[in-house]
T-cell receptor, first 114, second 113 residues
Framework: KQEVTQIPAALSVPEGENLVLNCSFT??????LQWFRQDPGKGLTSLLL?????REQTSGRLNASLDKSSGRSTLYIAASQPGDSATYLC?????????????FGKGTLLTVNP | NAGVTQTPKFRVLKTGQSMTLLCAQD?????MYWYRQDPGMGLRLIHY???????AKGEVPDGYNVSRLKKQNFLLGLESAAPSQTSVYFC????????????FGEGSRLTVL
């Protein structure tokens, strides 16, 4: 059974700092990995999706990497801003005949202080 | 492009009442999911569907029923609501090929008194 862990559960940084959020998974046979952002009381917004054949994806100040062999993904946020404060979740889709199966981590609560 | 639309967005029920949450997607996605999100519990899968006419149980299916009579719609029903079903419910959909990106609805906040 796939298990997804996000460490740390909470992170507080000063504005302008570069930071890394971590996502680890136990079964490397994945179809894709997706990072989401959730603001308090809101839905989940997709940030980046990395397919199993890819190593990284970039969007603006965000860069997500994937290392299937070690079962890890990182989300790098450059020059953090108070508006980046939110909960960040990663989700893994299993490969093959089970590619309907999604497993979410519990998220990292990020606070960027002005 | 509406994406994934959930209705209603808010609802208050009394214990024992029934209701249906509707999820509609206009992206021709095969897979659809219903999750609930509670503080400290993360997202928990209630039911899912891999195609029109199919449904399957997730990790917390008790007290809920689902139907997918049309490919674009996935209904979540509560036959006899209980206070433990107070939660925020999210619907999501994705295709089984290509990138397989998951799209979420905005959520439905349900309170059972």
């Amino acid at each position: 059974k796939q298990e997804v862990t996000q460490i740390p559960a909470a992170l507080s940084v000063p504005e302008g700092e570069n930071l890394v959020l971590n996502c680890s998974f136990t079964d490397s046979a994945i179809y894709n990995l997706q990072w989401f952002r959730q603001d308090p009381g809101k839905g989940l917004t997709s940030l980046l999706l990395i397919q199993s054949s890819q190593r990284e994806q970039t969007s603006g100040r965000l860069n997500a990497s994937l290392d299937k062999s070690s079962g890890r993904s990182t989300l790098y946020i450059a020059a953090s801003q108070p508006g980046d404060s939110a909960t960040y979740l990663c989700a893994v889709v299993d490969s093959g005949g089970s590619n309907y199966k999604l497993t979410f981590g519990k998220g990292t609560l990020l606070t960027v202080n002005p | 492009n509406a994406g994934v639309t959930q209705t209603p967005k808010f609802r208050v029920l009394k214990t024992g009442q029934s209701m249906t949450l509707l999820c509609a997607q206009d992206m021709n996605h095969e897979y659809m999911y219903w999750y609930r999100q509670d503080p400290g519990m993360g997202l928990r899968l209630i039911h899912y569907s891999v195609g029109e006419g199919t449904t399957a149980k997730g990790e917390v299916p008790d007290g809920y029923n689902v139907s997918r009579l049309k490919k674009q719609n996935f209904l979540l029903g509560l036959e006899s609501a209980a206070p433990s079903q107070t939660s925020v419910y999210f619907c999501a959909s994705r295709t089984w090929t290509g990138a397989g990106e998951l799209f979420f609805g905005e959520g439905s906040r349900l309170t059972v008194l």
